[in-house]
Structure formats: structure tokens, C-alpha cells
Nanobody
Framework: VQLQAYGGGSVQTGRSLRLSCAAS????????IGWFRQAPGKEREEVAC????????YYGGSVKGRFTISRGSANNTVYLQMNSLKPEDTAVYSC?????????WGKGTQVTVSS
């Protein structure tokens, strides 16, 4: 199982970014997947996830209405569309998947939002 996040960068307040998480070794459509983020000096925060079954999605309170998680079955990738970015969204974003009650993590990608 491997996960690789990419698509981070530096943007100004109000702009958008789309993060991608390429998965291998399993199918993103049949397992719980999501994104966490961690800013310097802060605790890790869950941003968004799609639970097993994929009927609903979860968003952290600070990103609800601005971020959208989705998955592409054709390329086995999970996306995080981030709109209306704020400086407080600055963090390292990492994707994860749950397989048989075990969490797998990908290397994170840095997102920096300047005012």
C-alpha cells in the first residue's frame, strides 16, 4: 500500500488549490480515505474523509463549505479541492487510508497561504 500526496504550493488568501493523493496497492473506491493537516506547533487536524461505503463525507469545522474531497476511480486518486484559502489553512497536508483496521499514510505536501 502506498499513498503519495502532491499539488501543494504557495498561494494568496482567497485562491484555490487542488491536492491529489495517488494510491497503489488498493482501490480508493472501497476503503475509507481522507486528509489530515498539521501546522507548526499545532495538533494534527482531520480535514476531510470519505468513510468505507462512500455514501457520505466528513469535513472538519474549519474547512466545511470551502473544501471538497472526492475520488477518481479511473486513476485511483483522492482529491482535495480547497477554495477560499486562508492563512490559517497553512499546513502540511497528508492523505491516509484505512485497510483492515490499519491506517496507511502518505508523505505530506506543504500548503502555504499568505495574506
Amino acid at each position: 500500500v502506498q499513498l503519495q500526496a502532491y499539488g501543494g504550493g504557495s498561494v494568496q488568501t482567497g485562491r484555490s488549490l487542488r491536492l491529489s493523493c495517488a494510491a497503489s496497492g488498493f482501490t480508493v473506491g472501497t476503503h475509507a480515505i481522507g486528509w489530515f493537516r498539521q501546522a507548526p506547533g499545532k495538533e494534527r487536524e482531520e480535514v476531510a474523509c470519505i468513510p468505507t461505503g462512500g455514501i457520505s463525507t466528513y469535513y472538519g469545522g474549519s474547512v466545511k463549505g470551502r473544501f471538497t474531497i472526492s475520488r477518481g476511480s479511473a486513476n485511483n486518486t483522492v482529491y482535495l479541492q480547497m477554495n477560499s484559502l486562508k492563512p490559517e489553512d497553512t499546513a502540511v497536508y497528508s492523505c491516509y487510508a484505512i485497510l483492515e483496521s490499519r491506517a496507511y499514510w502518505g508523505k505530506g505536501t506543504q500548503v502555504t497561504v499568505s495574506s
